[in-house]
């Protein structure tokens, strides 16, 4: 029986044809989001009054769905995605399939892309082939999109089942600028933070917010609440000046660990190996928070200077512009805070 032509909510308008397609609405189980939550019309990384009362520029990305990703078990032999989206950002120098798009893995690895359209405006779909033996897959959402609804097509009949729960379930969180927020990957799964959350099967939020993270104590102290393993922060890019940086860096260092004094805190800055002029004062601002830290007594402070976050093997590559990572980045800048993390978490 077609469920759809009895209940409505079932139905979803598609232009896909493919023979036993049915759709889920991935907010019902089996299904499970992660990083994002629906609020409202949309989805979203934090709440709204949050947002709107730490600056304009946050409200207005606090929807897009970076790190947001729902995981699901299936031997589907097709897996299609029917998608209602908000805000799209279309930019001359980061790939629709990275800003807008979403793609999927089995485990670790790399399935295919729901690759959007040059038009696209405000719905994408598509479909892709799997093997069709049992397996764990996660979708990720798109990194500087909103999206209001998302449903999922499998083949009629299949097996469907819940995920198993990642191994390190309290989330890593990670606040920052537009790198944070994954500018430019070429797809949301190589965002730093999605490679990490695979390579040690955690869970993570990215509190990235494009050009508009500037260590605000509205922020911090909504961070600081935050049930977390690790927290991860580098705003650098976004700090208007040195001086702001200053001001704000080891403010709320301390406003993150007076709400938890156990709570492994990570510093970073940006990620670049030839500093020029003020970026090199900026490192030592972050510097100093560490090691004020460490001289305070601190035993689960962290940090590595953005100099280090770029092997040697992509590090002519590495940038899109001089500041935005390209995949090669995204991977270096994975390996050397996942294997920091790994340390920390294990």
Known sequence: ???????????????????GLRFFDAESAP??????????????RLPESVAKATSAGVHALHAHTAGGRVR???DSPFI????????????????FTGSIGFDFYSGKRYINTFVPPTTVEDHLEGIRETDGTLREYTINFPLYSEVKKLYIG???GCRLEAAPEYSISDPVVYYGSSITQGGCASRPG???????????NCDHINLGFSGNAKGEETMAEYISGLKMSAFVYDYDHNAPNPAHLAATHEKMFQIIRAAQPELPILMLTRPKYYLEGMEKERLEIVRR???NALAAGDKNVYFIPGTQLLLELVREEALVDNCHPADGGFISMAYVIGEKLKQILK
């Open 190 to 200: 190589c965002a730093y933070q999605s490679i990490i959350s695979r390579n040690l």
């Open 31 to 44: 299904f499970k989001l992660y990083g994002i939550y629906r609020d409202g019309e949309k989805f979203r």
């Open 1 to 19: 029986m077609d469920i759809s032509k009895i209940d409505k909510n079932f139905s979803v308008e598609t232009n896909i044809q493919r023979e």
């Open 289 to 291: 928070t560490y090691e």
């Open 72 to 74: 699901f078990v299936t």
């Open 80 to 95: 299609a995605i029917s998608a209602q989206m908000g805000t799209v950002s279309k930019m001359s120098h980061f790939p």
């Open 154 to 156: 499998l083949q009629e």
